[in-house]
């Protein structure tokens, strides 16, 4: 039957991946690789084997210094993938990985480690010159959110306890501004994605510190007394919404992110498991760094 595929290829091809950086160790990536291309109709099946072939050349030239981020990886294999099935006219490569990241706890600075999950894509179009290939880079971080809602109830009845108790109201808020009131936590999970032009770059590092960044606290594996009171007291005098955290990801990524061109497309996404209902709140954007602006600029350059 001539019927043309959108996408024929190989998944979960479980690879180790390190990647050189310039003065620094390299980093090394447990990852999974998803890789597809286009098939016509006149053809019966794609050549798999091609597909292996090129992500064990191109892993190998990272190990060599050549490629030195991870979604230029994706891209490099996405294009060879278009020099190895002539036929097709669109090639796709998504990478999800582990990457182990070091951690200082903020009172005792005690050293501790974390697993990002990281996610790599690109994808190249075949055209009369060059191809044109668009990449992306994202991260899934955990953190800690404390519900705003609950602490305005608890807080209403603090306040109404510390009057009956004769307490003068100047002192009550500045009781308040020191401890804040209880409230339900949930542990977040924050994704945030950008998709740039091949020629473009954004810096894993700094996609993982804007998504810790923008709950309420960070959470780490090992914790100090004097540590623990620390993210509970922190995460307690910045509570956060589901949509608070996608709305503060946006801004910090226009921050951040400035230079990048207007097309760039920003894909966020937070889920927060409730710890006193059975559902999980869940917020997400989809938008080019033009439209964040505009959303964020457009009232004060109205006029």
Do not use: W
């Amino acid at each position: 039957m001539r019927i043309n595929l959108t996408r024929v290829g190989v998944k979960n091809v479980k690879k180790l991946v390190e990647v050189s950086r310039p003065e620094k160790r390299p980093v090394v990536f447990i990852s999974n690789f998803d890789v597809f291309v286009d098939l016509p109709g006149s053809l019966k099946g794609a050549n798999l084997s091609r597909n292996f072939e090129v992500i064990d050349e191109v892993l190998q030239q990272a190990i060599d210094g050549d490629v030195n981020e991870i979604e230029n990886l994706c891209s490099v294999v996405a294009r060879k993938l278009l020099d190895r099935h002539e036929y097709a006219d669109r090639t796709e490569v998504l990478m999800r990985s582990q990457f182990m990241v070091k951690r200082e706890t903020p009172v005792s600075r005690t050293h501790c480690h974390e697993v990002v999950n990281v996610h790599a894509r690109a994808v190249a179009r075949r055209t009369f010159r060059d191809p044109i290939v668009r990449k992306s880079i994202g991260a899934e971080v955990t953190g800690m959110t404390a519900c705003p809602c609950a602490q305005d109830i608890m807080k209403e009845r603090a306040i109404s306890v510390l009057q009956g108790l004769g307490v003068p109201d100047e002192k009550i808020d500045l009781f308040l501004q020191e401890v804040p009131m209880a409230t339900h936590n949930q542990r977040g999970r924050g994704f945030l994605c950008i998709e740039i032009d091949d020629d473009q770059h954004v810096e894993l590092e700094k996609i993982i510190a804007i998504l810790k960044e923008s709950m309420s606290a960070s959470i780490f594996e090992l914790l100090k007394r004097s540590d623990e009171s620390y993210v509970v007291l922190n995460a307690h005098k910045n509570p956060r919404f589901v949509e608070d955290c996608v709305r503060e990801v946006a801004k910090k990524v226009l921050h951040e992110f400035h230079d990048l061109p207007g097309d760039s497309l920003v894909t966020i996404k937070q889920t927060n498991e409730e710890s006193i209902h059975q559902h999980d709140a869940y917020a997400e954007r989809q938008a080019t760094i033009a439209e964040l602006f505009y959303e964020l600029n457009g009232d004060s350059t109205e006029g």
